[in-house]
């Protein structure tokens, strides 16, 4: 199946090149369902969460969280890749598998798997095998302990011998009583061929956080907990929630802060007692002039052009270099913050967001403020009443500076809404975006699109007895096409993007062109979905095909040893417990 292609424009909006269209082919027999933990593959399994891949093995290791498991897939033919083997973790003993990364240095696979257990204060931790193919054996007899319960996201760096692993600092529950939210860490396991691992760690500090300008949503000293309605409360430093590392070939590993919308690095070339966690906060993206679609009324119309932002919120991220720069990708899926609760004798009753009606009559908001026209103000004074587009959009009701709210004033400036429904590329070294896909991951519905594609806009997973398309625009007024994993890689000597959406599948890629003295140019090529989309979730998974798709996609591993004129990418879909395998080349002239 080819890529849907946009062409030079479309919707007005030119986003195309002149050099040709890329296709991404789902593999016919690249189409796994991995067994859970009960031994046998099905839907809301959570049998598939991340993966790694060793080049020199050809094998690609999958562990699933939620389901407690590693698989071990021989992808030496990508064209029909093989479940050899899965491995069941103990729930008690080693906890749930939240994370893995692979390196290779001096014909050693070293493959890393981080470990949290649920319900538990004890701290998460690290194992690492060695890894040849099928067989694994543990580097050490113990796993490396961390100084926190919840690793989320592990990368390595270019030698090796030292691994950063980001611990996310969750708020959990402890004997069935609402606990507590622990402190983030950012933690780095070193070691050499000789020695045992140690373990070294970044606090992140109040004052980094307040020179940065990091979003902050929860808040209150010390020792405050999550008691009564509408008081969930932390200090500031247990607010920040760290999501994903990447490193990059210069050696800098990257961090996203989803729901405070921000980013970190770290320079990994220097020693540790060297180290700074350089923070940034992404801003917000203005939609004065990008169309997007606000309503959730089971209609695609991706028309509004109206005076409101949303916060970027990246969640997936990589790299790549162009001129000896680093250059970061985002998948800007957009995250708001709700918890509710009743545990024992806790309550735990908090969202930093309210349906747009009741924003507007709830909340102080300066209409003449952020520097909107006269119509820009009507149009969004009428958005905001009943019936009107954005009656039932979700907006910031956070007191914060970040989220549109003068703290002089106590007036709210900008109606702020969630997530930047794009992937963004900046340069870090001047913090400079060089593109932002805009509006194009709704634009890219239009008639061009299968009938099964188009069925699916913004729309939610809902349960395993919901359709793909019953739950058509439901997320519209929250994150929309929510692109949660974004990879990068190169085809023929041209770089490539590939970024999922993270609710009921589909993928969207771009072409990068890096000229030697500018910056990379950005083109979008479109937009495919593999699965079907009338059929409960259930019934999809139980036919013998690719029908149920890759709903709530986690990751995408690139795969890239074959040959030189295509690749191959899998997709990891969580609540399916998928791999999905797709073939990416550019067609010859």
Known sequence: MKLIVLGLCLAGLCVGGSWGELFVEPVVNGFLKLPGASGSPAFGSHAATAGAFDESSSYLYVIGTEAGVLHLINAANPEAPVVESTIAFDAQRDGQPTAIA???????????????????????????????????????????????????????????????????????????????????????????????????????????????????????????????????????????????????????????????????????????????????????????????????????EVNDLIAIRSLIQPLGVTTFTSGGEDYIVTANAGEKTTFSTLIGVDTCIFEDSKPGLNWRTTENFNLNAGGRDTAQQEALDNGLMVGGRLENMRLSRMHRETDGYNLGTSFFEEATAFGGRSVSVRRWSDWAEIYDSGSDMELVFNASLTENELLVFNADVGDSTSTPTSQLDALSITTGPTPTAVVSGEIAGRKVMVAANGQVGGLYAWEVESPADADPNVWMQGFSRRGQAGVPWDDLFAQGDDGVGEPGTTDIVWINVFSAEFAYIAVISDTAGVVSFHRIYFPSD
């Not at 001096?106 to 257990?117: C, E, G, P």
């Open 102 to 300: 692979l390196c290779r240095m001096d014909a050693i696979t070293t493959l890393a798997i981080s470990f949290q257990r649920e319900e538990a204060s004890t701290n998460g931790r690290v194992r690492f095998y060695n890894a040849d193919g099928a067989s694994l054996t543990k580097r050490w007899n113990n796993d490396v302990a961390l100084q926190s319960n919840d690793p989320t996201s592990i990368a390595w760096n270019s030698q090796c011998n030292e691994l950063t692993v980001v611990v996310r600092g969750r708020w959990f529950v402890l004997n069935s009583l609402f606990y507590q939210d622990p402190e983030p860490n950012i933690e780095f396991i070193t070691f050499s061929a000789n020695s045992n691992p140690t373990v070294n760690f970044l606090t992140i500090e109040n004052p980094t956080l307040e020179a940065a300008g990091i979003r902050q949503v929860t808040e209150c000293g010390d020792g405050c907990g999550c008691t009564g309605e509408d008081s969930a409360s932390t200090m500031r430093i247990r607010d920040v929630e760290p999501r994903k590392v990447t490193v990059s070939d210069n050696d800098v590993a990257y961090i996203t802060f989803t729901k405070n919308n921000a980013m970190a690095s770290v320079d990994l070339k220097v020693g540790f007692f060297e180290r700074v966690l350089d923070m940034r906060d992404m801003g917000a993206k203005s939609w004065y002039t990008n169309p997007l679609d606000t309503q959730d009324n089971g209609v695609i």
